[in-house]
Structures are given as C-alpha cells and as structure tokens.
C-alpha cells in the first residue's frame, strides 16, 4: 500500500512538471531589444529625494528651514516642481521669451527681480483667466485694474497688457509692502489680499508669514515661488536638460500710436504687413475685431519687426 501511494505521488509531480515546462515553451519569449529597452527605461529614469539647499530666500529674506514644518513645506514644493518636467521646460522656454519684458519694468518700479517668479506660479506666463476671472500673467482682478487704472471692458482689457499689467502689480506690491515692512508679506498679500493678510497677523500675534498658520493656496505660496525660483535658476542641478536653440525667443517689436476709431483689424494688419493673428499674439489687450476708441484715446499697438514671421502677407 506505502508503495502503491509512493508511485502515485510521483506521478503526480511528473505529470506537474511536465505542465509547467509545456507552458513554458509555449509562452512568448520577448525580443532581446525590448528586453534592452524595459532596462534602459528602469536604469534611466530614477526619483530622487531633493537635498535642501542652503540660504533659500525670497528678496533677500531668508526661508527659516531650521524650523521642521518650514523644511517640510519647502521640500514639498521642490518635490513638485521638480518632477513636473513637462511644465517645468515649458516654464524655462516661456521665461525667455518673457522675462526680457517684466525685469527691466520690475527695476525700474523698485520691486526686486524675484517678483518675477510670482508672475510664473501665478499664470505660467500664460495670458490666463481663473474660475474668479483674474485675468493675465499677473491674474488681476477687474476691480482691481480698475483701481490703478487699466481699462477693462468689452473692446479693451488692459490685465492683457504684459507692461501695463506688471506696473500694476507693481504698485500693489510695493503698496503691501509698505503697509507690512516685508516682501515676503507683500507676496503673500497678492495672493490673499492685504485685509486677509493683517487679519491673520492681527488675530495670530505675528509679524512673519513663516509663522502665521494660513490656509492651503496662501500656505504654500510664497513656496512655490521660491522653488521656482530655485529650480529656473539651477536647471542642470534639478535635471533639466535643454539648449537656447530649444528656448522661446523674445520678437522684437515697435509701437505704433493710434488715435483714432480702427474698423477693420485685418486692413490694419495687413498695412503693417502682418495678419491678423500676428496682430492679436502682440496685442491680447484688443479683444475684438475693431477698436472703439470714440474718446480720440492714445494707444500703442505693438507691430513684429521684419524677419520673425512667414505669412501671406510678405512677412
């Protein structure tokens, strides 16, 4: 009987065998390149942890990551920004196409240069409009445009405007500035406005953003702006890789005044041999076909010079 159950039981795992080598043969065998490839793409592409770098700032005024939860904030938003690759080379080709425009305004009003980077988490220097409906690279509001003085209705919206719009925002700035003793406060105030801020620092005891306890948006956002901050000024360090052959250009332009009615934007257009798409990409501010302009206003419209665009119309 012993023996009887010996021979089944090795029958059994013959017959088991068997099995698993059949299956074996019979199942697809990968070829040696995509073998080659799906070790590549492990090997290749890794996440690593950011080592924090030292003398974070945000206008001189130094990021407090000896404090834990300030470290932990600050690490997040590097995590983020940095292995968001995609946005993050669109971020760098837009930069230079744009920065060239806001540094020189920003000096001139007596804002620092980080500011800049404000403009970048707050629209990706895109001409953006939030579910609020602030509107532009610097998402201004229409009370608030109208406030310092941009036109805003249905045939002109200056928040459209890079220069004007960055005089605005530099006005606030320096106004909240003013009011608080601190740039950081100053941008933290941009987002939240300058009431929301002081009620914060009133009712918390405080005097610095890092220790007012904030809500979600307005507690990470002068983060954001300092990671960015890091991150575009230290590509290779955060991976990016990237030629100023593969960067958007800066196309210079001149400005014509205009003072009178325009009825027709592609007649106008086509006088400055360009069309009426290129006339729109430089001037978003004119949002229709024509301008109004019943008053005898002075406005500037920005006109490409020759050479940067290829059209049906000789430029």
């Known amino acids: 009987m012993k023996m009887i159950k010996k021979i089944l039981v090795f029958l059994g795992i013959l017959f088991t065998f068997s099995i698993l080598v059949n299956a074996t043969q019979d199942a697809p065998q990968k070829p040696l390149a995509q073998e080659v490839l799906e070790d590549k793409l492990i090997n290749d592409y ?15 005024e130094l990021v407090p990551i000896e404090n834990p939860d300030i470290k932990e904030r600050m690490d997040r938003e590097l995590l983020v920004n940095t292995y968001w690759q995609s946005n993050g080379l669109l971020l760098f080709k837009r930069a230079n196409k744009y920065f060239p425009i806001i540094e020189p305004i920003l000096k001139e009003e007596g804002v620092p240069d980080d500011f800049k980077y404000l403009a970048v988490i707050e629209s990706s220097l895109t001409q953006a409009v939030s579910p609020a409906r602030a509107t532009g690279f610097w998402q201004i509001l229409k009370g608030t445009a109208k406030e310092y003085g941009l036109e805003v209705n249905q ?3 200056e928040r459209y405007h890079i220069e004007k719009s960055t005089r605005v925002a530099c006005k606030y700035l320096k106004s909240a500035k003013k009011k608080f003793g601190s740039w950081t406060l100053a941008a933290a105030a941009y987002n939240a406005g300058r009431a929301g801020v002081n009620r914060q620092l009133e009712r918390q005891n405080a005097v610095s953003y890092y220790d007012l306890l904030l809500g979600e948006e307005t507690g990470r956002y002068v983060f954001r702006i300092v990671a960015v901050k890091e991150i575009l000024s230290n590509p290779k360090k955060y991976g990016f890789n990237f030629t100023n052959e593969d960067l958007y250009k800066h196309i210079p332009t001149f400005k014509v005044l205009v003072e009178e009615q325009i009825t027709d934007f592609n007649e106008f ?3 400055h041999n360009i069309n009426y798409k290129i006339l729109k990409l430089h001037n978003p501010w004119l949002r229709e076909a024509h301008l109004n302009n019943t008053s005898g206003k002075e406005y500037y419209i920005q006109i490409p010079r020759e050479g940067y665009y290829k059209t049906g119309t000789g430029q």
Do not use: Q
């Not at 996440?47 to 945000?58: H, R, S």
């Open 46 to 60: 890794n996440v690593y942890a950011i080592p924090m770098p030292d003398n974070l700032n945000f206008s001189g």
């Open 155 to 157: 045939n002109v919206d």
């Open 269 to 271: 257009a086509k006088k």
